[in-house]
Every structure is written in structure tokens, then in C-alpha cells.
């Protein structure tokens, strides 16, 4: 990712205080979706998560790396509503990639480490963020460049 532009400040702030995300697969017609705990790897613009290849959505992204996902504030005030919604290309990250992902997994859930990572990422290509707090329905939108033809 060296030279890419990162997500708004915003989103990273927001990204950085939340710990799971519902992560939606598709293989032909039939979409599913898996929660899971994340950390997000601000330097790299990238999620960070740890499952069994065995998954659906783990075989699922085997056959199509395209992804979308989501991570929400819960709360019942309007007015604080906020949450991001992406699409990425899900991957398993290797050599200096996988070093990375696995400190910032453990950075963040510690007590991984006396577990085997199976660490998968997603590089976001778009994300859209709703922020109530800065008007009803304000959305910030940032799309990678080399894939500004997505939505």
C-alpha cells in the first residue's frame, strides 16, 4: 500500500475505538455474513482478523476476495448515530504484510498470543461513513484511487 492514500481521520478514529465488524461473502447468489473482532491497522488501511480457513466466509473469500463489511455504534440517540460500511479485497497477509497484521492483532486482543493466528485482512477500497453528530445522514466517502470506478 506504500504511496496510497488513507481513510479521513475520521473514519481511522472511528475504526480504532470499535472492535468488531460484520464481514458480508458472496459466491454466486447466495450473500452471508460472520461478526468477528477486528483491529484496525491505520498505517496500512487495512482490517486485521484472525479465523479457521474452514469458515464459510474464509472459503467463501477463497473463491471471491471481494467483501463488504460494516462496524456500528449502537445507540437509540438520532442525533449520535455512526457506523462505516467498506468493501475490500479480503486476503491472507504474508512476510513483512503478515508481521504486521500479527503485531497489530496482538496489540489489540493480547491475550491471542497463546493461540495459532490464522490472520486474514481486508484492504478497503471504499468506505462510506454516516456521522449524525455532524448533521442527520452526513455521509464521508473515501474510495482508493487505483479503484475509483467502485461504487
Request: proline content about 5%.
Amino acid at each position: 500500500m506504500e504511496g496510497c492514500v488513507l481513510p479521513d481521520d475520521r473514519i481511522t478514529e472511528f475504526l480504532q475505538k470499535h472492535h468488531v465488524l460484520t464481514l458480508a461473502t458472496s459466491v454466486g447468489k447466495e450473500p452471508y455474513c460472520a461478526n468477528l473482532f477486528y483491529a484496525w491497522g491505520r498505517e496500512r488501511g487495512m482490517f486485521v482478523f484472525t479465523s479457521a480457513s474452514d469458515t464459510r466466509h474464509a472459503t467463501e473469500a477463497a473463491l471471491n476476495p471481494v467483501v463488504a463489511g460494516s462496524v456500528v455504534l449502537e445507540t437509540r440517540t438520532v442525533g449520535m448515530v455512526r457506523g462505516v460500511q467498506f468493501q475490500g479485497k479480503m486476503f491472507r497477509p504474508e512476510g513483512e504484510i503478515r508481521e504486521y497484521a500479527r503485531k497489530r492483532y496482538l496489540k489489540r486482543f493480547p491475550y491471542a498470543a497463546a493461540m495459532e493466528l490464522d490472520l486474514w485482512a481486508v484492504e478497503p477500497f471504499y468506505i462510506k461513513m454516516t456521522d449524525n453528530r455532524l448533521g442527520f445522514g452526513k455521509k464521508i466517502i473515501w474510495k482508493k484511487e487505483s479503484d475509483i470506478s467502485k461504487p
